[in-house]
């Protein structure tokens, strides 16, 4: 019998105020538009909201991937979900098991947080297809597409 072990490959940390310039770059190797002022804000303004929560991952100390969440509440009988919002791994790293570090760490923070589900969106944009094999590897499964109209 073979078991396959995970092996940590980057030490996670909650981001700071101060990563907000590190965490920029990450967010624009993938085209996300944002400045280091504006991610400062964003950092400030969840720090002590319960409902979000952002990792960073470093390598050796060198920031190499980030993953931002989000808590949706629940409607009805649902129960509490939690959102992908952002998921980055450097280039350099990918195919280094930090991505699935990443999302293991979201699935954990999820469960503590009460959710029963994780979700992402966005990621039908021609750009970003090359993530579905990850996605489907990490247990994720496709569910339709969204209908958005720009007003």
Known sequence: MTTYVLEKTADLRVAACSDAEVLTKLMRKLSYPTTPSVMREQLESREQDPNYRTYLAERNGKPVGMIALRLIAA?????????????????????CGIGRQL??????WAAESGCRALFLTGINREDRLGAHEFYRHAGFEKYGCRFIKSL
């Open 103 to 108: 999302v293991r760490q979201a699935e954990e």
């Open 75 to 95: 409607r009805g009988s649902e129960s509490k979900t939690a959102q992908i919002a952002g998921l980055i791994v450097d280039e350099d790293c990918r195919g």
